[in-house]
Protein backbone atom coordinates (compact mmCIF):
# COMPACT_ATOMS: atom_id res chain seq x y z
CA UNK A 1 0.00 0.00 0.00
CA UNK A 2 1.10 3.63 -0.82
CA UNK A 3 0.14 6.46 0.83
CA UNK A 4 -0.01 9.81 -0.54
CA UNK A 5 -1.49 13.19 0.49
CA UNK A 6 -4.77 15.04 -1.50
CA UNK A 7 -2.69 16.98 -3.39
CA UNK A 8 -4.47 20.47 -4.83
CA UNK A 9 -3.38 23.96 -5.81
CA UNK A 10 -3.65 26.25 -2.52
CA UNK A 11 -4.15 29.90 -3.35
CA UNK A 12 -2.18 31.86 -1.23
CA UNK A 13 -3.86 34.44 0.97
CA UNK A 14 -2.08 36.04 3.73
CA UNK A 15 -3.15 38.92 5.85
CA UNK A 16 -1.30 39.92 8.86
CA UNK A 17 -3.39 41.59 11.69
CA UNK A 18 -0.56 42.67 13.86
CA UNK A 19 1.57 45.04 13.30
CA UNK A 20 5.15 46.01 15.45
CA UNK A 21 4.84 43.96 18.69
CA UNK A 22 1.41 44.08 19.14
CA UNK A 23 -0.81 41.21 18.98
CA UNK A 24 -4.10 40.77 17.26
CA UNK A 25 -4.82 38.31 14.86
CA UNK A 26 -3.66 36.51 11.67
CA UNK A 27 -6.02 35.53 8.93
CA UNK A 28 -5.17 32.93 6.01
CA UNK A 29 -7.15 30.66 3.42
CA UNK A 30 -6.17 27.21 2.37
CA UNK A 31 -7.57 23.85 1.66
CA UNK A 32 -8.50 20.95 3.62
CA UNK A 33 -6.14 17.81 2.80
CA UNK A 34 -6.43 14.33 4.03
CA UNK A 35 -4.55 11.23 3.84
CA UNK A 36 -4.83 9.12 0.89
CA UNK A 37 -4.28 5.47 0.61
CA UNK A 38 -3.51 3.90 -2.63
CA UNK A 39 -4.47 -0.03 -2.26
CA UNK A 40 -2.85 -2.16 -4.78
CA UNK A 41 -2.27 -6.06 -4.52
CA UNK A 42 1.50 -7.34 -4.42
CA UNK A 43 0.95 -9.91 -7.14
CA UNK A 44 -0.60 -10.00 -10.73
CA UNK A 45 -3.66 -11.63 -12.42
CA UNK A 46 -7.06 -11.53 -13.17
CA UNK A 47 -8.59 -9.21 -11.12
CA UNK A 48 -11.54 -11.53 -9.42
CA UNK A 49 -13.95 -9.03 -7.68
CA UNK A 50 -13.58 -5.39 -6.42
CA UNK A 51 -16.24 -4.97 -3.12
CA UNK A 52 -16.01 -1.54 -3.34
CA UNK A 53 -17.44 1.49 -4.87
CA UNK A 54 -16.75 5.07 -4.41
CA UNK A 55 -17.92 6.37 -1.28
CA UNK A 56 -18.40 3.17 0.64
CA UNK A 57 -16.87 2.97 4.34
CA UNK A 58 -14.37 0.43 4.96
CA UNK A 59 -12.87 -0.94 8.02
CA UNK A 60 -9.01 -1.86 8.31
CA UNK A 61 -8.79 -5.37 7.53
CA UNK A 62 -11.96 -5.37 5.33
CA UNK A 63 -11.56 -6.98 1.91
CA UNK A 64 -11.78 -5.19 -0.96
CA UNK A 65 -10.65 -7.11 -3.79
CA UNK A 66 -9.53 -10.85 -4.56
CA UNK A 67 -7.23 -11.71 -7.64
CA UNK A 68 -8.00 -14.87 -9.13
CA UNK A 69 -5.76 -17.50 -8.20
CA UNK A 70 -5.74 -20.23 -10.06
CA UNK A 71 -2.36 -20.20 -11.59
CA UNK A 72 -0.73 -19.58 -7.89
CA UNK A 73 -2.99 -22.57 -6.82
CA UNK A 74 -1.16 -24.84 -9.41
CA UNK A 75 2.40 -23.06 -9.00
CA UNK A 76 1.79 -23.91 -5.11
CA UNK A 77 1.09 -27.74 -5.71
CA UNK A 78 4.11 -28.43 -7.87
CA UNK A 79 6.01 -26.50 -5.15
CA UNK A 80 5.07 -28.66 -2.78
CA UNK A 81 5.64 -31.99 -5.04
CA UNK A 82 9.08 -30.71 -5.61
CA UNK A 83 9.70 -30.36 -1.56
CA UNK A 84 8.43 -33.98 -1.16
CA UNK A 85 11.37 -35.46 -3.52
CA UNK A 86 13.84 -32.98 -1.95
CA UNK A 87 13.28 -34.13 1.30
CA UNK A 88 13.36 -37.77 -0.04
CA UNK A 89 16.13 -37.11 -1.11
CA UNK A 90 17.80 -35.78 1.68
CA UNK A 91 16.12 -38.31 4.00
CA UNK A 92 18.15 -41.12 1.16
CA UNK A 93 21.60 -39.96 0.92
CA UNK A 94 20.98 -39.41 5.34
CA UNK A 95 19.88 -42.98 5.86
CA UNK A 96 23.47 -44.25 4.16
CA UNK A 97 23.69 -47.44 1.72
CA UNK A 98 20.97 -50.19 2.45
CA UNK A 99 22.15 -53.77 3.80
CA UNK A 100 21.44 -55.54 1.40
CA UNK A 101 23.30 -53.37 -1.28
CA UNK A 102 26.32 -53.93 0.96
CA UNK A 103 25.78 -57.87 1.13
CA UNK A 104 25.27 -57.44 -2.74
CA UNK A 105 28.97 -55.71 -2.98
CA UNK A 106 30.58 -58.10 -0.72
CA UNK A 107 29.51 -61.48 -2.38
CA UNK A 108 30.85 -59.81 -6.29
CA UNK A 109 34.24 -58.98 -4.50
CA UNK A 110 34.03 -62.37 -2.80
CA UNK A 111 33.49 -64.07 -6.56
CA UNK A 112 35.86 -61.56 -8.10
CA UNK A 113 38.94 -62.33 -5.30
CA UNK A 114 38.06 -66.46 -5.90
CA UNK A 115 38.57 -65.90 -9.64
CA UNK A 116 42.00 -63.92 -8.70
CA UNK A 117 43.29 -66.77 -6.92
CA UNK A 118 42.05 -69.13 -9.67
CA UNK A 119 43.94 -67.17 -12.17
CA UNK A 120 46.95 -66.75 -9.77
CA UNK A 121 46.99 -70.62 -9.58
CA UNK A 122 46.55 -70.92 -13.35
CA UNK A 123 49.22 -68.54 -14.28
CA UNK A 124 52.05 -70.48 -11.99
CA UNK A 125 50.88 -73.51 -13.51
CA UNK A 126 51.75 -72.15 -17.61
CA UNK A 127 54.79 -70.67 -16.30
CA UNK A 128 56.36 -74.22 -14.68
CA UNK A 129 54.84 -75.59 -17.98
CA UNK A 130 56.43 -73.09 -20.18
CA UNK A 131 59.72 -73.49 -18.00
CA UNK A 132 59.62 -77.16 -18.93
CA UNK A 133 59.13 -76.43 -22.64
CA UNK A 134 55.32 -78.22 -21.99
CA UNK A 135 53.39 -75.39 -23.01
CA UNK A 136 53.75 -72.47 -25.29
CA UNK A 137 54.84 -69.00 -24.41
CA UNK A 138 51.28 -67.66 -25.86
CA UNK A 139 49.24 -69.87 -23.47
CA UNK A 140 51.68 -68.41 -20.34
CA UNK A 141 51.02 -64.89 -21.36
CA UNK A 142 46.89 -65.36 -21.50
CA UNK A 143 47.05 -66.81 -18.14
CA UNK A 144 49.26 -63.61 -16.94
CA UNK A 145 46.42 -61.43 -18.89
CA UNK A 146 43.89 -63.23 -17.32
CA UNK A 147 45.29 -62.95 -14.03
CA UNK A 148 46.08 -58.70 -14.11
CA UNK A 149 41.92 -58.52 -15.36
CA UNK A 150 40.83 -60.23 -12.33
CA UNK A 151 43.14 -58.22 -10.10
CA UNK A 152 42.05 -55.23 -11.63
CA UNK A 153 38.40 -56.16 -11.10
CA UNK A 154 38.91 -57.03 -7.41
CA UNK A 155 40.78 -53.49 -6.97
CA UNK A 156 37.65 -51.81 -8.41
CA UNK A 157 34.65 -54.08 -6.60
CA UNK A 158 36.60 -53.28 -3.21
CA UNK A 159 36.66 -49.54 -3.96
CA UNK A 160 32.98 -49.98 -4.55
CA UNK A 161 31.99 -51.56 -1.15
CA UNK A 162 33.80 -49.21 0.62
CA UNK A 163 32.24 -46.53 -0.92
CA UNK A 164 29.06 -48.25 0.13
CA UNK A 165 30.76 -48.89 3.85
CA UNK A 166 31.43 -44.85 3.74
CA UNK A 167 27.78 -43.63 2.60
CA UNK A 168 27.21 -40.21 1.37
CA UNK A 169 29.46 -37.57 2.06
CA UNK A 170 29.03 -34.60 4.34
CA UNK A 171 29.08 -32.29 1.59
CA UNK A 172 26.36 -34.40 -0.48
CA UNK A 173 24.22 -34.25 2.24
CA UNK A 174 24.75 -30.45 2.28
CA UNK A 175 23.79 -30.28 -1.47
CA UNK A 176 20.70 -32.26 -0.54
CA UNK A 177 19.83 -29.97 2.44
CA UNK A 178 20.21 -26.46 0.32
CA UNK A 179 17.84 -28.32 -2.22
CA UNK A 180 15.23 -29.45 0.00
CA UNK A 181 15.34 -25.93 1.84
CA UNK A 182 15.22 -24.08 -1.14
CA UNK A 183 11.88 -26.32 -2.28
CA UNK A 184 10.11 -25.18 1.00
CA UNK A 185 11.01 -21.80 0.60
CA UNK A 186 9.38 -21.94 -2.61
CA UNK A 187 6.48 -23.40 -0.79
CA UNK A 188 6.22 -20.80 1.47
CA UNK A 189 6.62 -17.80 -1.15
CA UNK A 190 3.78 -19.58 -2.83
CA UNK A 191 1.20 -19.69 0.00
CA UNK A 192 2.32 -15.88 0.54
CA UNK A 193 1.56 -14.83 -2.77
CA UNK A 194 -2.11 -17.00 -2.37
CA UNK A 195 -2.12 -14.40 0.75
CA UNK A 196 -1.55 -11.39 -0.93
CA UNK A 197 -4.42 -12.16 -3.50
CA UNK A 198 -7.01 -11.30 -0.99
CA UNK A 199 -6.45 -7.45 -0.72
CA UNK A 200 -7.58 -5.75 2.46
CA UNK A 201 -7.88 -2.10 3.73
CA UNK A 202 -4.80 -0.80 5.29
CA UNK A 203 -7.19 1.82 7.66
CA UNK A 204 -10.62 2.70 8.56
CA UNK A 205 -11.73 5.23 5.94
CA UNK A 206 -13.91 5.82 2.53
CA UNK A 207 -13.16 4.84 -1.15
CA UNK A 208 -13.08 7.98 -2.70
CA UNK A 209 -11.36 6.37 -6.14
CA UNK A 210 -11.79 2.67 -7.92
CA UNK A 211 -9.48 2.57 -10.27
CA UNK A 212 -9.88 -0.96 -11.83
CA UNK A 213 -13.13 -3.46 -13.05
CA UNK A 214 -13.68 -7.07 -12.25
CA UNK A 215 -12.35 -9.21 -15.49
CA UNK A 216 -8.96 -6.81 -16.06
CA UNK A 217 -5.63 -8.41 -15.99
CA UNK A 218 -3.48 -6.06 -13.03
CA UNK A 219 0.50 -6.16 -12.87
CA UNK A 220 1.99 -6.26 -9.72
CA UNK A 221 0.98 -3.05 -7.44
CA UNK A 222 -1.82 -1.88 -9.92
CA UNK A 223 -4.24 0.55 -8.27
CA UNK A 224 -7.59 -1.41 -6.96
CA UNK A 225 -8.74 1.29 -5.00
CA UNK A 226 -7.97 4.45 -2.87
CA UNK A 227 -9.29 4.89 0.54
CA UNK A 228 -9.43 8.16 2.29
CA UNK A 229 -8.62 9.10 6.08
CA UNK A 230 -11.69 11.37 6.32
CA UNK A 231 -12.15 11.35 10.19
CA UNK A 232 -8.64 13.04 10.13
CA UNK A 233 -8.54 16.19 7.96
CA UNK A 234 -5.79 19.13 7.91
CA UNK A 235 -5.85 22.18 6.56
CA UNK A 236 -3.49 23.81 4.69
CA UNK A 237 -1.89 27.10 4.50
CA UNK A 238 0.84 29.42 3.83
CA UNK A 239 2.02 31.58 6.61
CA UNK A 240 4.63 34.93 5.70
CA UNK A 241 8.03 34.61 8.21
CA UNK A 242 7.03 37.68 10.01
CA UNK A 243 4.02 35.64 11.14
CA UNK A 244 6.06 32.87 12.26
CA UNK A 245 7.48 35.14 15.40
CA UNK A 246 4.01 35.24 16.83
CA UNK A 247 2.19 31.83 16.28
CA UNK A 248 3.45 28.49 18.22
CA UNK A 249 2.98 24.66 17.51
CA UNK A 250 -0.17 23.81 19.23
CA UNK A 251 -1.94 26.78 19.40
CA UNK A 252 -5.68 26.96 18.33
CA UNK A 253 -6.78 28.06 15.49
CA UNK A 254 -10.01 29.12 14.48
CA UNK A 255 -11.72 27.76 11.25
CA UNK A 256 -14.48 28.55 8.83
CA UNK A 257 -16.02 27.51 6.01
CA UNK A 258 -18.36 28.77 3.18
CA UNK A 259 -21.85 27.80 3.72
CA UNK A 260 -21.29 26.62 7.04
CA UNK A 261 -22.32 29.24 10.19
CA UNK A 262 -19.93 28.71 13.17
CA UNK A 263 -16.57 28.39 13.83
CA UNK A 264 -14.55 25.32 13.82
CA UNK A 265 -11.10 24.78 16.43
CA UNK A 266 -8.25 23.38 14.95
CA UNK A 267 -4.79 22.84 16.23
CA UNK A 268 -1.54 24.28 14.36
CA UNK A 269 0.68 20.61 14.49
CA UNK A 270 3.18 21.75 11.67
CA UNK A 271 4.85 24.22 9.84
CA UNK A 272 7.66 23.79 7.27
CA UNK A 273 11.34 24.39 8.17
CA UNK A 274 11.98 25.57 4.66
CA UNK A 275 10.06 28.69 2.75
CA UNK A 276 8.06 27.76 -0.68
CA UNK A 277 9.92 29.61 -3.66
CA UNK A 278 12.60 30.87 -1.69
CA UNK A 279 14.87 32.65 -3.50
CA UNK A 280 18.89 32.39 -3.95
CA UNK A 281 19.79 35.83 -1.98
CA UNK A 282 17.59 37.35 0.49
CA UNK A 283 18.70 40.67 0.95
CA UNK A 284 16.61 43.37 1.94
CA UNK A 285 13.43 43.00 4.44
CA UNK A 286 10.53 43.36 1.87
CA UNK A 287 12.38 40.28 0.23
CA UNK A 288 11.86 38.82 3.00
CA UNK A 289 8.83 39.26 4.10
CA UNK A 290 7.87 37.34 0.54
CA UNK A 291 9.08 34.34 1.75
CA UNK A 292 5.76 31.83 3.10
CA UNK A 293 6.08 28.64 5.29
CA UNK A 294 3.71 25.58 4.47
CA UNK A 295 1.49 25.32 7.84
CA UNK A 296 -0.74 22.39 8.65
CA UNK A 297 -4.06 22.55 10.98
CA UNK A 298 -5.59 19.69 12.69
CA UNK A 299 -8.97 19.42 12.40
CA UNK A 300 -11.55 18.42 14.69
CA UNK A 301 -14.25 16.04 11.85
CA UNK A 302 -17.97 16.93 13.56
CA UNK A 303 -20.52 15.06 11.47
CA UNK A 304 -18.26 14.53 8.12
CA UNK A 305 -17.91 18.54 7.59
CA UNK A 306 -14.74 18.86 6.01
CA UNK A 307 -14.17 17.18 2.51
CA UNK A 308 -11.16 17.11 0.18
CA UNK A 309 -10.05 19.90 -1.46
CA UNK A 310 -13.04 22.01 0.42
CA UNK A 311 -11.71 25.87 0.80
CA UNK A 312 -11.48 27.30 4.33
CA UNK A 313 -10.08 30.19 6.24
CA UNK A 314 -8.15 30.20 9.91
CA UNK A 315 -7.07 33.06 11.71
CA UNK A 316 -4.35 32.74 14.51
CA UNK A 317 -3.83 34.51 17.60
CA UNK A 318 -1.09 36.13 16.86
CA UNK A 319 1.32 36.49 20.14
CA UNK A 320 3.45 39.59 21.11
CA UNK A 321 7.19 39.02 20.54
CA UNK A 322 7.47 39.70 23.86
CA UNK A 323 4.92 36.79 24.98
CA UNK A 324 6.76 34.33 21.90
CA UNK A 325 9.93 34.80 24.33
CA UNK A 326 8.43 34.36 27.68
Not at 124 to 145: F, P
Request: charged share 25%; proline share 4%; net charge negative.
Amino acid sequence: MMRSSFIVLVPLVILSGCSGDQGGTISASGHVEVTDVRVAAKVGGRLASLMVQEGDSVAAGQVVAQIDTLDIINELARARAELVGADAQLRLVEAGTRREDLARAAEELARAEAELRAAGRDLARMEELAGSGAATVKARDDAATRHDMAERSVGALRAARDRLVAGARSEEIDIARARRDAARAVVQTMIQRMSDATVRSPLDGVVTTRGAEPGEILPPGALLCVVSDLAHPWLVVYLDEPSLGRVHLGDSVAVRVDGVPGTFTGRLHHVASVAEFTPKNVQTPDERAKLVFKAKVSLDHPRGLFKPGMPADAEFTARSVNDRDR
